[in-house]
């Protein structure tokens, strides 16, 4: 099947499922910076009740979770499938708690939410995010540009975790020699700051993978790599600089 094909024979029916109003491709596909071997990431949009056992129904291959089971909030669960020898991931996008995301981050509020897989944890407002970012392939669904009062009020939380978590680990990992600590709080903290970054120039962010990289935060490599032979202290200052420095370049 070649990928035209592929991407609508899956669409087609993941938009037959019950409850489904719309479906999208996310990730690097959706942005054209995809490699050959990249997932496929889709996002199903339903209204009032979908039942996951409708989409095990189907018969591809591989793991469905429940509503919820990818630990609650905005990424309230999905599917990790094999299809036609492709590997497909399968989102679920509850259409009320999707608007109202995009009701909150136009008005610059937002909530932190931990979710697997991400150093920094997710802002509520991802799956906004991913309106403007996806590609819709049925159905229809908002375009939202990136809210002025949003930008203006996400910089300033993402750097006071950013900057709490460097003080932290200054103060209480980095005095005692704690090198797994003190490396995980600086890889925290930049991909925190990183996100000040990118909301600060009114960047949308779905994941983590290319986060620093945009940024301008990839030094931090850097600092991590040095952390064995030098003073702990003292690195945890150096990326403190450097993640200062993005975000008041950013502003």
């Known amino acids: 099947m070649e990928d035209a094909e592929f991407e609508a024979h899956v669409a087609d029916r993941l938009a037959g499922l019950p409850g489904v109003q719309a479906v999208s491709l996310g990730g ?21 009740r979908f039942e996951p056992r409708d989409l095990r129904e189907v018969g591809w291959s591989g793991e ?3 509503l919820g089971g990818w630990g609650g909030g905005v990424f ?15 989102h679920y996008r509850d259409l009320a708690s999707v608007e109202h995301e995009l009701a909150e981050a136009r008005a610059g509020r937002f909530e932190w939410q931990p979710l697997m897989f991400h150093l920094a944890g997710i ?3 991802l799956v906004v995010a991913e309106l403007a970012i996806n590609r819709v392939l049925h159905g229809e669904l908002p375009c939202p540009e990136y809210p002025d009062a949003l ?3 996400a910089p300033p939380v993402w750097w006071g975790r950013s900057s709490m978590a460097l003080a932290y680990a200054r103060a209480n990992h980095a005095p005692y020699g704690r090198l797994a600590e003190t490396a995980g709080a600086i890889a925290q903290a930049a991909c925190q700051a990183a996100h000040a970054v990118l909301a600060a120039r009114g960047e949308w962010v779905t994941n983590e993978k ?19 032979a030098g003073s702990l202290i003292a690195s945890v ?9 993005a975000i008041s370049e950013a502003e």
């Not at 054209?32 to 496929?40: E, K």
């Not at 309230?76 to 399968?90: K, Q, S, T, Y």
């Open 76 to 90: 309230n669960g999905g599917a990790w499938l094999c299809i036609e020898g492709r590997h497909v991931d399968v």
């Open 64 to 66: 469905v979770s429940e």
């Open 237 to 245: 200052d150096e990326a403190h600089a450097l993640c200062d420095a």
């Open 28 to 48: 690097s596909r959706a942005q054209g910076l995809h490699r050959t071997d990249s997932d496929w990431d889709f996002a199903i949009y339903y209204r009032g």
């Open 123 to 125: 802002p509520s407002y």
């Open 151 to 153: 930008r203006k009020a």
């Open 210 to 228: 290319r986060l620093l990289t945009r940024a301008g935060l990839r030094d931090v490599d850097r600092v991590i790599a040095g952390l064995a």
